[in-house]
């Protein structure tokens, strides 16, 4: 009879798998229910970079992390799947490649996409941050009074790709009432700013920029007729 009910419930359990038996696996912990990711960030040339910013690039909530003096970041409390993995140094001048306007640039260094599973750890990834950016910095006056004006906005997009556009945002009334931006190197610019009350300014001829560089530029914005 014993032989026979096994039996049975061994037919049993292959037509319904949910059918509960005698031997169930445990569940997974909340640790075992994510994975992580270990790496290093790097500059082009293979130069650990310390302090830079990772993160998956993912529609809800993204895990943050900063890299170690030795240019090692972990990823931990991922969900199961793929994980598009940035970095950045604003410091150092790496912008943030999450901006088409960065992230299009001809010499822009691709970064990883990483399967995730439950409970694993991915090791060795490598991610590599390109070449430095060059740096914008610009004032903005009124062309009458030569004094600040403080609600300007700077908007910028490489040259005939207008889906690469990155704004600034409207400046504060505190500050020193200049903008500093960081630009990719060696990609023909289109350049705009405008604000409330002032005819648009753009930049006229081709705004292009050598590596690891700076250039300074005044605005001088006239007042819209009334």
């Known amino acids: 009879m014993i032989t026979e009910y096994f039996h049975v419930l061994l037919i049993l359990t292959s037509l319904w798998p949910g059918l509960p038996t005698s031997h169930k696996e445990a569940p997974l912990t909340p640790q075992e229910r994510y994975g992580s990711i270990e790496g290093s960030v790097l500059t082009s040339e293979g130069v650990p970079v310390a302090g830079a910013w990772v993160y998956s690039f993912d529609y809800g909530p993204s895990m943050v992390t900063k890299t170690n003096a030795n240019g090692r970041f972990t990823l931990s409390s991922l969900s199961q799947g793929k994980h598009l993995i940035l970095a950045y140094k604003q410091s150092d001048r790496f912008p943030n490649p999450v901006s088409t306007f960065y992230s299009e640039a001809p010499k822009a260094e691709p970064f990883p996409v990483i399967d995730v599973q439950e409970g694993q750890t991915v090791t060795g990834v490598i991610i590599r941050l390109g070449p430095k950016a060059s740096q914008l910095l610009i004032r903005i006056i009124d062309s009458t009074t030569r004094r600040p004006i403080t609600d300007a ?14 704004k600034t945002g409207a400046n504060t009334l505190q ?13 023909p ?10 005819e648009a300014w753009r930049y006229q001829g081709k705004l292009l920029f050598t590596p690891n560089s700076r250039k300074e530029l005044l605005v001088s914005l006239r007042r819209r007729a009334r």
């Open 153 to 166: 906005e700077v908007s910028m997009n490489h040259l005939g790709k207008p889906f690469t556009l990155l």
């Open 189 to 198: 610019l289109e350049l705009r700013v405008t604000a409330q009350r002032y």
């Open 175 to 187: 500050g020193d009432f200049r903008y500093e931006v960081l630009v990719p190197a060696e990609v």
